[in-house]
T-cell receptor, first 112, second 114 residues
Framework: SQELEQSPQSLIVQEGKNLTINCTSS?????LYWYKQKYGEGLIFLMM?????EEKSHEKITAKLDEKKQQSSLHITASQPSHAGIYLC????????????FGSGTKLNVKP | KAGVTQTPRYLIKTRGQQVTLSCSPI?????VSWYQQTPGQGLQFLFE???????NKGNFPGRFSGRQFSNSRSEMNVSTLELGDSALYLC?????????????FGPGTRLLVL
């Protein structure tokens, strides 16, 4: 089965600082998704990356996909308290596209 | 467009009981997936339905079942509840559950088994 490993598991940053979260897959990535979750709530879709080298941005969040390394990174610039939450990466299962796998999540706290 | 809705939002049951959770997908979406989220195991795939048929199933016991109706609404049922079934149950919908297709999640149902 495919596994997604996220690092770090948790992160505390001062407001205004930049940060990066990584997601590494044990198998080839066909589609990589980033979601954000507030504690005990549903997942909010951030962005999807499909091709190696692809980079997408939404407000102050940028995600990249390195197909060769089977890795994606999520970068937040000038973090704000509103960025706090759990960031999860998810991926299509190879050959089984309606079966998603998720990483264990990265818990982000932003200190004002 | 309204998002994915799930009912109820919170539920308390006792061991041995059964429970039914409901999920209404985004209008036009025909694929509905269910996930269980616990602190220990994270987010795990339960099953996926498309056009009233279960297309995929995760590694959960047969006590976990589901169904989908002709209007794409889905229900999941857990019979003979165990303490370990306490979790946040999330459903997600997508257009057809195809490759590289974004899934949109509901707010979840938090189930507590006493």
């Amino acid at each position: 089965s495919q596994e997604l490993e996220q690092s770090p598991q948790s992160l505390i940053v001062q407001e205004g600082k930049n940060l990066t979260i990584n997601c590494t897959s044990s198998k080839t990535l066909y589609g990589l998704y980033w979601y954000k979750q507030k504690y005990g709530e549903g997942l909010i879709f951030l962005m999807m990356l499909q091709k190696g080298g692809e980079e997408k941005s939404h407000e102050k969040i940028t995600a990249k996909l390195d197909e060769k390394k089977q890795q994606s990174s999520l970068h937040i610039t000038a973090s704000q308290p509103s960025h706090a939450g759990i960031y999860l990466c998810g991926a299509d299962s190879p050959g089984n596209f309606n079966k998603f796998y998720f990483g264990s999540g990265t818990k982000l706290n932003v200190k004002p | 467009k309204a998002g994915v809705t799930q009912t109820p939002r919170y539920l308390i049951k006792t061991r041995g009981q059964q429970v039914t959770l409901s999920c209404s997908p985004i209008s036009g979406h025909r694929s509905v997936s269910w996930y269980q989220q616990t602190p220990g195991q994270g987010l795990q795939f339960l099953f996926e339905y498309f056009s009233e048929t279960q297309r995929n199933k995760g590694n959960f016991p047969g006590r976990f079942s589901g169904r989908q109706f002709s209007n794409s609404r889905s229900e999941m049922n857990v019979s003979t509840l165990e303490l370990g079934d306490s979790a946040l149950y999330l459903c997600a919908s997508s257009w057809a559950g195809g490759p590289q297709e974004t899934q949109y999640f509901g707010p979840g149902t938090r189930l507590l088994v006493l």
